[in-house]
């Protein structure tokens, strides 16, 4: 089970990004998956997730109204689109995924058994 994500880069405040992550040795379908942020020097970020049904999104209020987390099952991909970029979300964001874990623990980071890499977001001002 691998997760890669990809997508970062450098955007100017108030521009777009968008993140994916891709799945390889498996399907999404059945796990819970996450986004999270971390900065240097500060513990790890939930950003936004699924549930294991799909049926449900939870975001952190810092990125509401702002960031969309999607699933693309044809790609087995699942994306973050960040609108309204802000230099306060200058971090760099993880994809998670788990079989296990229930809706109270989506933003606890050590609930998730695979991390993809990260992808470095630089928002300036």
């Known amino acids: 089970v691998q997760l890669q994500a990809s997508g970062g880069g450098l955007v100017q405040a108030g521009g777009s990004l968008r993140l994916s992550c891709a799945a390889s040795?498996?399907?999404?379908?059945?796990?819970?998956v996450g986004w999270f942020r971390q900065t240097s020097g500060k513990e790890r970020e939930f950003v936004a997730g699924f549930n294991r049904g799909g049926s449900s999104t939870y975001y952190a209020d810092s990125v509401k109204g702002r960031f969309t987390i999607s699933r693309v099952s044809a790609k087995n991909t699942v994306n973050l689109q960040m609108n309204s970029l802000r230099p306060e979300d200058t971090a760099v964001y993880y994809c998670?995924?788990?079989?296990?874990?229930?809706?109270?623990?989506?933003?606890?980071?050590?609930?998730?058994?695979?991390w993809g890499q990260g992808t470095q977001v630089t928002v300036s001002s």
């Open positions: 998670a995924a788990s079989r296990t874990i229930i809706q109270s623990q989506l933003g606890i980071p050590s609930s998730y058994n695979y």
């Open positions: 040795g498996y399907t999404f379908s059945g796990y819970a």
